[in-house]
């Protein structure tokens, strides 16, 4: 049986990019980062190819954590193997509107 991989870059990253067709929930999944570390992780969505898997319990309103950067914030809590995408990940880049408020501009 054919193992399926999901990378992780930093060491601060909490989800990992999945680099495998047909993952589906409940199958394990192989998590690798960049040093060879391994982790096993149980797989609770269907997760497209190139899509985030979350690596543990990521919280409503925390940031979400990929190449060691914050790419936006949980709008829902994200259970460990849970998909992250933009059903439940507000992007913080490339926000005028937020760029806006912050300046002092229109709300």
């Not at 601060?12 to 993952?23: E, I, K, L, P, Y």
């Not at 190449?67 to 949980?74: D, F, T």
């Not at 829902?76 to 501009?105: E, F, P, T, W």
Request: charged share 30%; aromatic share 4%.
């Amino acid at each position: 049986m054919e193992q399926k991989l999901a990378l992780k870059v930093q060491d601060t990253d909490n989800v990992a990019t999945v680099f495998a067709q047909g993952v589906t929930e409940g199958c394990t999944l192989k998590i690798r980062d960049k040093k060879g570390g391994e982790e096993m992780v149980t797989v609770q969505d269907e997760i497209p190819y190139g899509h985030k898997i979350a690596l543990r319990f990521i919280k409503k309103g925390e940031s979400v954590i990929k190449y060691g950067e914050q790419i936006g914030v949980a709008t829902q809590d994200i259970g460990r193997g849970g998909y992250v995408h933009v059903h439940n990940l507000d992007s913080m880049r490339g926000r005028g509107d937020l760029q806006a408020c912050m300046k002092g501009g229109a709300k």
